[in-house]
């Protein structure tokens, strides 16, 4: 089933306080073209410029995820796209009159439930990263470690451990993107009670709050630190607890932490800049591995961008055309008959296959002892996968041939051996005319291209 890209239908307009600058902020999401992904665009500054939000852009990752290139800098920018991210809204164009988004109530949810009414299906399909193999990311320095599997579909688990006596061991997951906008968007951000006055000094937290932050006490404090750290915040007081959670804090979720750093995960994923069909196993993630993950999958994406894609190929999907059905458009029979099913066809093109086994004949003669099937014949194969799309644009094919005219181009990438099922594929580089037909043919072994050529041939009236 296909599913199409999203944008929302309407401008959304978010107003609070950056969480590191303190700043009052501006920020309204509003709806982009198909392909357009999401963009942050700087209105404060001159020119009002535009920053592309992928992974290849993140410069920090302390306390937040900071995108920037060519002066254009956005700093906190996680739980927006997370919130895009579980709306599965791919086109987004964000504008801010400073250099950080929102903090909100350090969590996702505003966002979500602002823009959930809004979002507007796209009449272009969405495209997907696809998993095709095992994928892992480990940090020995902080013990963190991100493996992506293969799956038909997203799912997430996180796991994290921070030693303390408050914040055990937690675990959270989701088995669809679904389940964000109620499971995850709500969760807040998290932060220990000795790590204040650090973060305040160090220039960050200026727009921290007691109220857009789950503040964890590990140990008993004195009210004179409770004091100092009401005074950072520009609070008359905060009452002070045993160990636990600051201000009498009431969770939403018994793990909203390990909740809140799926949501981070999610935003920081979302750098990726397409949508992910696998399942993510995270043990105590955090930004900088999340956002140096997503720069590895977009390495993976643009390598496979470079490569051709073998078709699909489903061995319990019935044919179109089964050897039968071939010989009864194609004049070849065994053993030249090089097809044995056509699995798809369209106007443009067709995909068909070939199981090569130590019974073809040809194997016989063609280095009997290291078996290799002749390249010539691998042509001739597509070739006769193209002949079907061919003879299926007569009426009568059983009374037409197609003969070559030209073979062009023709690359042998890898050896075919027995046991090898190749995948056809071949496509229209032009429009049939005057019986004239011109296809791009390739041959594939798995996801690995083993030969290509461009072909001419003639479909001709059999005498």
Known sequence: MQINQRTIKEEVTFNGKGLHTGLLVEMVVCPAAANHGVKFQRVDMEGQPVINAVADYVTDTSRGTTIEHDGVKVST??????????LGIDNALIRLNAPEA??????????????????????????Y??????IVLRDENKNAEITLYPDDHFSVNV???FGSKVLRYQYAGISSVDEVP??????????????????????????????NAIVIVEQE???????????????????????GYLNNLELRFANEPARHKLLDLLGDLMLLGKPIKGKIVAARPGHQINTSFAKELRKVVKKQSSRPLAPKYDPNEPPLYNTIQIKKVLPHRPPFLLVDKIIRMDAESVVGVKCVTINEPFFVGHFPDEPVMPGVLIVE?????????????????????????????TKFKKMVVPGDTLLFHLKLVEPIRRGLVHMLAQAFVGSTLVTESDLLAQITKNR
């Open 102 to 127: 929102p903090i909100m109530d350090g969590s996702a949810l505003a966002y979500v439930e602002k823009m959930k009414p809004l979002v507007q299906e796209q009449p272009e399909p969405r495209a």
């Open 159 to 161: 796991n994290i451990d």
């Open 129 to 134: 990263f696809e998993v095709t193999e095992k």
């Open 182 to 211: 109620t499971e995850i968007a709500p969760c807040r951000t998290f932060v220990f009670f000795h790590e204040l006055e650090f973060l305040r000094q160090n220039n960050l937290i200026k727009g921290g709050d007691v109220d």
């Open 381 to 409: 194969a597509m070739a006769q996968c193209g002949g079907i799309l061919a003879l299926s644009t007569v009426p009568d094919p059983e009374h037409y041939s197609t003969y070559f005219l030209r073979i062009g181009d």
């Open 221 to 243: 404090v004195t009210q004179s630190d409770v004091d100092r750290v009401a005074h950072l915040f520009n609070k008359p007081s905060i009452a002070r607890l045993p160990e």
């Open 77 to 86: 920018i996680e739980h927006i796209m997370a919130a895009l991210f579980g």
